[in-house]
């Protein structure tokens, strides 16, 4: 079976995290976040992975090399992000026989997946409370009959999870027209495919969609949860590490730190001294948490600093991010509601209750500034000492 694994997209709703970075190889937990769904096709038994890459693919590319843990890794090259169907034919000549897509920004339950590839033809459902939104299958006696987008009276509480396992046939009926949003779409290649197949419904027992800011901090909560605690680096004997903790060789964790985890210190990162790291958190590969800065519940790109006497709650900072002494972020509304993102241009809330700021690479604030809630600073945004930021920049 070979895999075809979508990555191509810009992602412009995780700008700015996506701005110099493709959304696929933003960091989620130990790895990128496509390379959980390619380890999980891997993992499922996949032969031949094939990567459509375009925005940025030369990271991607760099990343995954030829082979992932001795499976062979192929290139498809797809300029213009013209929908799923048009990506999926963009790999076409890389494929043979039975074939599976997945898209490289979600995140999947591993044992649905490898259902997936035995039971093909089949498709992945989740059954969700309100399933407008989506693709809604219909099934009788364990095959699906009809697969219809976003209804407004669902048929079903099916969702179309977005991962396939098709015939060797599917790969000649790629050529699909153009949808009501302009896009060649890959429902429509399952739609046949049902016509003439008997197509299984795997149903997930968990699965993400990872296309907004707060959603790569959900998909960190999720993974680094799934870590066992070690300690390659170095920890300073006075320190005290709580719960699931991993300091990669290189780390450095000093004196008077505590660390409650799940959390994940990337090699060459630094903690300390006297710094307090809680909640779901990841530490990038070089990033500086210094003395008495306290972090929870974020993602710090590699590279990212946090100077001394700071705070950071339930935010995502890119790149080489540079937080000055004394930096506070604000995450929690005074009247309680959710706190709202600016995504393409609109303010759309998150449903988190708490949520702080997102921050693209190289952003850089001056001491003793303030963000809001649900700040956005764009790739390259300052700050001047003393401000309080309440808009985006």
Same mark, same amino acid.
């Given at each position: 079976?070979?895999?075809?694994?979508?990555?191509?997209?810009?992602?412009?709703?995780?700008? *700015?995290?996506?701005? #110099?970075?493709?959304?696929?190889?933003?960091?989620?937990?130990?790895?990128?976040?496509?390379?959980?769904?390619?380890?999980?096709?891997?993992?499922?038994?996949?032969?031949?992975?094939?990567?459509?890459?375009?925005?940025?693919?030369?990271?991607?590319?760099?990343?995954?090399?030829?082979?992932?843990?001795?499976?062979?890794?192929?290139?498809?090259?797809?300029?213009?992000?013209?929908?799923?169907?048009?990506?999926?034919?963009?790999?076409?000549?890389?494929?043979?026989?039975?074939?599976?897509?997945?898209?490289?920004?979600?995140?999947?339950?591993?044992?649905?997946?490898?259902?997936?590839?035995?039971?093909?033809?089949?498709?992945?459902?989740?059954?969700?409370?309100?399933?407008?939104?989506?693709?809604?299958?219909?099934?009788?006696?364990?095959?699906?009959?009809?697969?219809?987008?976003?209804?407004?009276?669902?048929?079903?509480?099916?969702?179309?999870?977005?991962?396939?396992?098709?015939?060797?046939?599917?790969?000649?009926?790629?050529?699909?027209?153009?949808?009501?949003?302009?896009?060649?779409?890959?429902?429509?290649?399952?739609?046949?495919?049902?016509?003439?197949?008997?197509?299984?419904?795997?149903?997930?027992?968990?699965?993400?969609?990872?296309?907004? *800011?707060?959603?790569?901090?959900?998909?960190?909560?999720?993974?680094?949860?799934?870590?066992?605690?070690?300690?390659?680096?170095?920890?300073?004997?006075?320190?005290?590490?709580?719960?699931?903790?991993?300091?990669?060789?290189?780390?450095?964790?000093?004196?008077?730190?505590?660390?409650?985890?799940?959390?994940?210190?990337?090699?060459?990162?630094?903690?300390?001294?006297?710094?307090?790291?809680?909640?779901?958190?990841?530490?990038?590969?070089?990033?500086?948490?210094? #003395?008495?800065?306290?972090?929870?519940?974020?993602?710090?790109?590699?590279?990212?600093?946090?100077? #001394?006497?700071?705070?950071?709650?339930?935010?995502?900072?890119?790149?080489?991010?540079?937080?000055?002494?004394?930096?506070?972020?604000?995450?929690?509304? #005074?009247?309680?509601?959710?706190?709202?993102?600016?995504?393409?241009?609109?303010?759309?809330?998150?449903?988190?209750?708490?949520?702080?700021?997102?921050?693209?690479?190289?952003?850089?604030?001056?001491?003793?500034?303030?963000?809001?809630?649900?700040?956005?600073?764009?790739?390259?945004?300052?700050?001047?000492?003393?401000?309080?930021?309440?808009?985006?920049?």
């Amino acid at each position: 079976m070979n895999a075809v694994i979508l990555a191509a997209g810009q992602g412009t709703r995780m700008r *700015p995290l996506s701005t #110099h970075v493709p959304k696929p190889m933003l960091p989620v937990a130990d790895r990128p976040l496509v390379a959980h769904t390619v380890d999980v096709a891997v993992d499922a038994g996949a032969t031949e992975v094939v990567l459509v890459v375009g925005y940025e693919a030369d990271t991607v590319r760099n990343y995954f090399g030829d082979a992932r843990r001795g499976t062979p890794i192929r290139y498809a090259r797809q300029d213009e992000q013209a929908g799923t169907a048009h990506a999926v034919a963009a790999a076409r000549e890389h494929i043979d026989g039975p074939f599976a897509v997945l898209n490289g920004d979600n995140l999947y339950d591993p044992a649905a997946i490898a259902a997936l590839f035995e039971a093909g033809p089949a498709v992945c459902a989740l059954e969700v409370d309100d399933p407008r939104n989506y693709g809604v299958l219909s099934t009788i006696d364990g095959t699906v009959t009809d697969i219809v987008e976003k209804p407004s009276e669902p048929p079903t509480n099916l969702a179309n999870a977005g991962a396939y396992a098709f015939p060797a046939d599917a790969a000649e009926w790629l050529e699909v027209p153009e949808s009501d949003r302009g896009e060649h779409e890959i429902t429509d290649v399952l739609a046949r495919v049902i016509d003439e197949y008997a197509v299984t419904p795997v149903t997930l027992e968990r699965w993400m969609d990872v296309g907004r *800011p707060w959603e790569l901090l959900e998909a960190n909560e999720w993974k680094l949860h799934e870590l066992e605690g070690r300690i390659d680096g170095e920890v300073s004997e006075d320190a005290r590490l709580e719960g699931p903790v991993v300091v990669e060789s290189g780390a450095e964790i000093e004196s008077g730190v505590v660390v409650e985890g799940p959390a994940l210190i990337r090699e060459g990162a630094t903690v300390g001294p006297n710094a307090y790291i809680r909640g779901a958190t990841l530490l990038g590969e070089g990033a500086k948490v210094g #003395h008495a800065v306290e972090i929870k519940n974020s993602v710090l790109s590699p590279g990212a600093t946090v100077g #001394h006497l700071s705070y950071v709650g339930d935010s995502v900072l890119g790149r080489d991010v540079n937080f000055g002494a004394g930096t506070t972020v604000a995450n929690l509304r #005074h009247d309680d509601a959710p706190v709202k993102l600016t995504v393409k241009g609109e303010r759309v809330s998150s449903g988190r209750r708490k949520l702080g700021v997102v921050a693209g690479d190289e952003v850089k604030t001056g001491i003793n500034t303030s963000l809001t809630p649900g700040l956005r600073l764009d790739a390259g945004a300052t700050t001047a000492p003393g401000e309080t930021v309440d808009r985006d920049r």
